[in-house]
């Protein structure tokens, strides 16, 4: 399997164990390995989000955080479009538009994403490759 990136949203003091219980979920309905997942990103609104950090420490990996003007590009590719997520942050799908930032980094990429957004509570997940 070639490696993979996921997108988070969550709302405010959204615990690092609902976005873990989301990525296994997600990983599991998939049958993806946690070792081919590369990198986590969201949107630049959430730095000071303790759960998204802790969960980056969890799994050794980077927290990629993108501006919403970043974002933007990848509105043609989503699955879902968020009018309140928009009103929050000037994102149309936080998740998904986080997920595909992150592939789209990669050399030759062409992002896509593998799986669109899920939901559990407050948080939000996509996965790109």
């Known amino acids: 399997m070639p490696a993979f990136y996921a997108g988070f949203g969550c709302r405010r003091g959204c615990p690092a164990d ?3 219980t989301l990525l296994h979920q997600a990983l599991a309905s998939q049958g993806l390995a946690l070792a081919d997942l590369r990198g986590i990103a969201s949107i630049s609104l959430k730095a000071d989000e303790a759960g ?6 969890r799994l050794g ?4 955080l993108y501006h919403s003007a970043q974002l933007q590009a990848f509105e043609p590719l989503l699955s879902h479009r968020s009018a309140t997520a928009h009103a929050h942050s000037g994102c149309w799908g ?6 595909l930032a992150l592939a789209s980094e990669q050399p030759g990429s062409t992002a896509r994403l593998l799986l669109t957004r899920q939901v559990l509570g407050p948080a939000t997940l996509a996965l790109a490759c």
């Open 18 to 20: 609902t976005l873990q």
């Open 52 to 57: 998204l950090q802790q969960l980056a420490e």
């Open 61 to 64: 990996l980077p927290l990629v």
């Open 94 to 99: 936080v998740a998904e538009s986080a997920a």
